[in-house]
């Protein structure tokens, strides 16, 4: 007897598609196979597809925003509204404050995800104060208790490394085996440009766009991979926004570093113009990079058809938009300057590459499944995720692929006030989500209870079969 079976799916991996059941016990996926046995639950998927539930490794919830800023997701609603969108896990990241330490830093933020999430969690860290009690002690005993990725910066004031400081941090990399992403965007050359907008009076929305244009990405990019080359170490370029950058990974690559690119969602489907809303509501869109255009969409499509990226996430960093605390803070209603950075996307994530990358032709099921969770569980050391394969973790999303929607806020679940892609039209939406093996979504309801997510120490991290 099993706890739940799932019969007369499509099942998807990251290498093959076929029809099966699916059997869990024990929070396990214990069987995958024809016909199997009886089962306390059993949902019949006929029609449907039997996916691994999305892991989605570039989140930000309840991270500090300074200035009066409060960003618009926790760990409640935000794995309430990753959920809903087909996730099982997320992997948000635990700011170091200047002059503070991780260790303090993750205290506090465990604290703020024990017993409020309805998907299971794991933490990256940011590093923006790389002291030597950092560099030495502090970051390499955190690796080895399973905090095995961290973010650094290239721009934000308060944020960002330096040249040297980046080789410090990916040097404790090279040494404990850790990930480094990077963020790539030349915080000096951003300073000069908005420092010209502002003299000609140019400070509406549109602005953050043209004050971070792609030279500003790709020379960051480029500086990046050869601190990374220069300690000989892999490193994650994270949310690529156009083809000049992709161009540097592919080079870099050629050259034998060991790299990860990834991109998301508003690459895909956002152009700069999207900035130029009226009465500021370009301000829903802005984050960094910004959005480019119709030519660069297609450069990151292209990068995600021809295995170039190996990770799709969302980047979720949503502040509300009619709010004192968000985008139209009483700063930000005067410059782009002030606008947080920075937009949600958990929820429409897996829908939007479902339906314009899967529904389109554009990638086949195996590639989506990699790109949506495979890969995130093999670079970033989550040994028992990612796969409907006997002995992983029973996280399944069941998706209807004929399912039509229109993306339309009042029916998502994050705590923002806006959608970037309010209007688009979606085919295939993930129906029933399954988290360790217990329904938490069933037919668009939710049967979960915030808690049941939990949060998840991981491996060693781990190449994609291209960078070994
Ligand atoms: O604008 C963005 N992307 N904000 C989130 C922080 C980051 O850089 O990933
Ligand atoms: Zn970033
Ligand atoms: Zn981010």
Known sequence: MFDMVIRNGTVATASDVFKADVAIRDGRIVQVGEALGEAAKVIDAAGRLVLPGGIDSHVHLAQPSGDGIVMADGFESGTLSALFGGNTTVMPFCLQEKGSSLREALTQYHALAEGNCYTDVSFHLIVSDPTPAVLGQELPALVADGYSSFKVFMTYEGLRLNDAQILETMDVARRTGALVMVHCENEDAIRYLIGRHEEAGTVAPK????????????????????????????????????????????????????????????????????????????????????????????NCWRGLETGLFDLYSSDHCPFRYEDDKGKLNPKGRLSFRHIPNGIPGVETRLPILFSEGVMTGRIDLPRFVALIATNHARVYG??????????????????????????????????????????????GWPTTVILGGKCMVEDGQLVGAKGDGRYRSRTAPSMPTHAR
């Open 382 to 427: 989550l040994e028992k995720k990612g796969s409907i394969t006997v002995g992983k973790d029973a996280d399944i999303a069941i998706w209807d692929p004929n399912e039509t929607r229109t993306i339309r806020h009042a029916e998502l679940h994050d705590g923002a006030d806006y959608t970037p892609y309010e209007g688009l039209e979606i085919k």
């Open 207 to 298: 602005a953050h766009a043209t004050t971070r244009p792609v030279v500003v990405e790709r020379e960051a990019t480029h500086r990046a991979l050869s601190l990374a080359e220069v300690v000989d170490v892999p490193v994650v370029i994270v949310h690529v926004s156009n083809g000049a950058a992709i161009e540097e990974i592919r080079a870099a690559r050629a050259r034998g570093l060991k790299v990860i690119g990834e991109t998301c969602p508003q690459y895909l489907t956002l152009t700069a113009d999207d900035l130029d809303g009226m009465d500021w509501e370009g301000a829903k869109f802005v984050c960094s990079p910004p959005p480019r255009t119709v030519e660069e969409q297609a």
